[in-house]
């Protein structure tokens, strides 16, 4: 964790003088180098910031995150088979992601201290801050352990409030416990926001939409992030597992409790990229250049955009990929060889045998959004929810809607984009959208693995950490991963990330007591508590 020790030093120094290191930051987000003291309104958008990386579709997340490991984990990427690496996680990176987030956390707990340290006046002016930002961080810290398992929590992040160097180095807390406590947080966070959105003083009022580069200081929305995200964590656990009764009745007190969700385009979750006052902090450039080396089809995606509905294609399939140079839709697949997948890479453009993400809708897209939280993700936690019998509901509809919201979500990205490279599409009547969504769930004699296949397509190639997360939890969609017989640690699809080995160095007595816990090893094959 020495990276993280470092940054906690230049984040003590930077609130010793209220200000903040990136001048974009500050300019954008009233410098707090012009305030008397460290408001709460400051430190929530230093949250967020510090926690854009791996928020927005930034080039670092996509090209070393996204194409190199979640992306081949999930098969929403097309990759090389390559052998004797085919399943490892570069270790720096997987550093990257780590320190992202503890540096988010970081800043999260300065944040808890100086609201802590406020009058009651002074707190119920700012209490709407703390509250967004914890609802990001835990969307952040389900990741991280839904990465690695067991992680720091309780204990980490307060070195720039202590001081104490010695005392510092955090605990591992268990899975399961992180997950009990976010899925009770987030339940008491949104009656909290619920409780004071109609109610904020001027000055928060005031503050709040330029502060907020998330949802521009709508409430409404975060209530909406909040209750989804706790909807998705409990889906999560309730299959099986340790927490599967909790998960449960979770479900049940959402989904029963009329409790407002993500479920329209008008309400998705997102980072804008080149829209409004975020401009200047994301390059619209990073999802093409995230991507320009791994831009081909996953054939696995292409399978269930042309295989669903016997004889039809699914209405996203023109404006998610183009065809090759033969008009045909061809991926990257797990049961080609290397050597079959090196000829075909080799050929020139105006033979290219595999699709690509398409151009206009993606790859040149300058104002594609981030998606955090779409509504076609809801619909299809609710519409598993629904079939298993966790709460009462439609299922059918509520898989009609995800296929509608989800082509929604993807033709409108092909209708904001700038790009001249490609073609524009009209998106289909919803008649005929929702017709076809009815015929694949008609088709499949197997609701869940349809649901599931479903929403696996949807986070595709924009979230493909969700989609891993699916595949380990259900073991849909079935996909095949070919044995990597030169490897010499990972031959086969692993559970989890291992930690990176900063922690062994930097952290080194409580993580030796982390990998006592795990049977002495740090072991990729562990699975996660609500897995398969």
């Known amino acids: 964790m020495k990276k993280i020790y470092l940054f906690l030093i230049i984040l003590v120094v930077a609130l010793t003088f209220y200000s903040c290191a990136d001048s974009e930051y500050s300019d954008k987000y009233l410098d707090p180098s012009k305030t008397t003291k460290a408001y709460c309104d400051k430190l929530m958008t230093g949250v967020f910031y510090t926690g854009r990386v791996y928020t927005f579709n930034s080039y670092w997340r996509m090209y070393t995150w996204d194409n190199t490991v979640t992306g081949k984990y999930a098969q929403t990427l097309g990759f090389m088979n390559s052998q004797g690496s085919l399943y490892s996680a570069n270790d720096s990176y997987a550093n990257d992601r780590w320190v992202h987030f503890y540096n988010t956390l970081t800043q999260f707990r300065v944040l808890q201290n100086v609201y802590e340290g406020l009058s009651d006046s002074e707190k119920n002016t700012y209490r709407i801050f703390k509250n967004l930002s914890e609802v990001f961080v835990y969307d952040h810290l389900s990741q991280i352990v839904d990465t690695f398992g ?9 070195l720039a409030i202590t001081g104490d160097v010695a005392g510092s180095y955090p605990a591992y807390d268990k899975a399961t416990d992180i997950y009990t406590m976010m899925l009770d947080r987030l339940g008491e966070l949104y009656a909290d926001i619920h409780s004071i959105k109609g109610s904020l003083d001027k000055q928060a009022s005031a503050s709040l939409p330029k502060q907020d580069f998330v949802n521009y200081g709508d409430l409404d929305k975060w209530e909406r992030y ?21 998960g449960k009745q979770v479900i049940a007190e959402i989904l029963g409790g009329g409790y407002p969700l993500v479920s329209s385009l008008d309400e998705t979750i997102k980072l804008d990229s080149n829209d409004k006052d975020t401009g200047a902090f994301f390059n619209p450039d990073d999802l093409r250049t995230g991507y320009i080396s791994q831009s081909r089809a996953s054939q696995a995606m292409l399978d269930a955009l042309t295989r669903t509905v016997s004889g039809e294609n699914d209405p996203r399939l023109p404006i998610m990929y183009s065809k090759n140079a033969a008009g045909e839709y061809k991926g990257l697949s797990t049961h080609e060889t290397y050597a079959e997948q090196e000829v075909n890479i080799a050929k020139p453009e105006s033979e290219r045998i595999y699709s690509r993400i398409d151009s206009t809708t993606v790859m040149y897209n300058t104002q594609f959004i981030s998606p955090i939280f779409t509504a076609a993700e809801v619909d299809f936690l609710k519409a598993e929810a629904y079939q298993k019998g966790w709460a009462s509901g439609d299922a059918k509809a509520a898989f009609v809607d995800g296929i509608l919201h989800s082509s929604q979500f993807y033709f409108e990205e092909n209708a904001i984009s700038p790009s001249k490279d490609g073609t524009k599409m009209d998106m289909p009547a919803e008649s005929v959208i929702k017709a076809y969504a009815e015929k694949a769930w008609n088709a499949a004699s197997n609701k869940e693995e349809a649901i599931i296949t479903q929403k696996w397509l949807n986070f595709g190639y924009m979230q493909p950490f969700q989609a891993w997360n699916e595949v380990r939890r259900t073991g849909y969609p079935q996909l095949y ?21 900063s922690e062994r160095s930097n952290n080194a007595k409580n993580y030796d007591a982390q990998i006592q816990a795990m049977g002495g090893t740090d072991n990729a094959y562990i699975k996660l508590f609500w897995a398969k």
């Open 226 to 246: 909040c209750n989804s995200l706790r909807l998705r964590l409990a889906v999560r656990v309730a299959s099986q597992g340790d927490l599967s009764a909790k």
């Open 481 to 501: 991963y070919p044995e990597d017989q030169s490897a010499q640690l990972l031959k086969t699809l692993p559970s989890r990330v291992r930690y990176p080995d």
């Open 150 to 158: 067991d992680a720091p929590f309780k204990e980490a992040g307060f």
